[in-house]
Each structure stands twice: as structure tokens, then as C-alpha cells.
């Protein structure tokens, strides 16, 4: 996997007009645009950008006569870090996650009362009270959206 050689490395962004927002999180005006991938050698999406790889696919599949529309669906994931640490020099690199809800977290002192509630690991998708700590967060952030 991976991209290009660092021989042949250099790619540039198209911006997609279609794809701007002003992102609401921001307190000063930030317009968020999503890019494609482009090629300088031939000028086309590189063939291992996901977007030129989902437009190829969808592509093929009409002039295949197989069909005329593809889904691609993502799995999103979302996490809330409490903090991260990261560390990278000549000779090592590291990486430390502090999470009030992760799953290695049941012995840590927090602010209020550690209750012990905490997901197994791999126990965290789609939890509910009191092993889900972020629900108020995650509905501020929705109703900023909705909003």
C-alpha cells in the first residue's frame, strides 16, 4: 500500500467547490472544502485516492451495463480523548491516550467520583449511560449542526 515513491511524490489537490461549509465549531470563520487527489504526471485522479477509486468504480459499472449507481459506505468512528501525548525522535516514536471512558481507565483519578464504569474492550460501540460518558457532548455537537 501507500502512495507514490518519493521519486514520483509530488500530487496536487483540486479543490471540490461543491463540497464547502463553514465549520461550525470554529470561532473565527473556517470554510472546510474536501480535494481530490490529482496526478501531475497525466493530470487525472491519482488511482489510489478514494474519491477517484469510488468515481472509476461507479464508472465501470455503467458501462458494464451491471448498473448505474454505487453506495460506498464508511464506517465512521469518533472518539473523545481526555488527552493525547505523542513523542517522535531519531530513534523512537510513542503515543499515550487518556480517555475517561476508555476501557483501561477503571483505577484512574478524575474529577467527581470514578464509578468503575467503564466499556470492556471493544465494548464501547454504541454504549449507554453510565458507561457513556459523552452523551451531553455529542448532543451539543449535534444540535450545533442541526442547528
Same mark, same amino acid.
Given at each position: 500500500?501507500?502512495?507514490?515513491?518519493?521519486?514520483?511524490?509530488?500530487?496536487?489537490?483540486?479543490?471540490? /467547490?461543491?463540497?464547502?461549509?463553514?465549520?461550525?465549531?470554529?470561532?473565527?470563520?473556517? &470554510? @472546510? =472544502?474536501? +480535494?481530490? #487527489?490529482?496526478?501531475?504526471?497525466?493530470?487525472?485522479?491519482?488511482?489510489?485516492?478514494?474519491?477517484?477509486?469510488?468515481?472509476?468504480?461507479?464508472?465501470?459499472?455503467?458501462?458494464?451495463?451491471?448498473?448505474?449507481?454505487?453506495?460506498?459506505?464508511?464506517?465512521?468512528?469518533?472518539? &473523545?480523548?481526555?488527552? @493525547?501525548?505523542?513523542?517522535?525522535?531519531?530513534?523512537?516514536?510513542?503515543?499515550?491516550?487518556?480517555?475517561?471512558?476508555?476501557?483501561?481507565?477503571?483505577?484512574?483519578?478524575?474529577?467527581?467520583?470514578?464509578?468503575?464504569?467503564?466499556?470492556? @474492550?471493544?465494548?464501547?460501540?454504541?454504549? @449507554? /449511560?453510565?458507561?457513556? +460518558?459523552?452523551?451531553?457532548?455529542?448532543?451539543?455537537? #449535534?444540535? =450545533?449542526?442541526?442547528?
Amino acid at each position: 500500500g501507500g502512495w507514490k515513491g518519493i521519486q514520483a511524490s509530488d500530487m496536487q489537490l483540486r479543490p471540490d /467547490a461543491s463540497t464547502a461549509f463553514v465549520d461550525p465549531f470554529y470561532d473565527d470563520v473556517t &470554510v @472546510v =472544502i474536501t +480535494c481530490d #487527489v490529482i496526478d501531475p504526471a497525466d493530470g487525472q485522479g491519482y488511482d489510489r485516492d478514494p474519491r477517484s477509486i469510488a468515481r472509476r468504480a461507479e464508472a465501470y459499472l455503467k458501462s458494464s451495463g451491471i448498473g448505474d449507481t454505487a453506495y460506498f459506505g464508511p464506517e465512521p468512528e469518533f472518539f &473523545v480523548f481526555d488527552g @493525547v501525548e505523542f513523542e517522535t525522535d531519531m530513534h523512537k516514536t510513542r503515543y499515550e491516550i487518556t480517555s475517561e471512558s476508555g476501557a483501561w481507565a477503571s483505577g484512574l483519578h478524575m474529577d467527581g467520583q470514578n464509578t468503575g464504569h467503564r466499556p470492556a @474492550v471493544k465494548g464501547g460501540y454504541a454504549p @449507554v /449511560a453510565p458507561i457513556d +460518558c459523552g452523551q451531553d457532548l455529542r448532543s451539543a455537537m #449535534v444540535n =450545533i449542526l442541526e442547528g
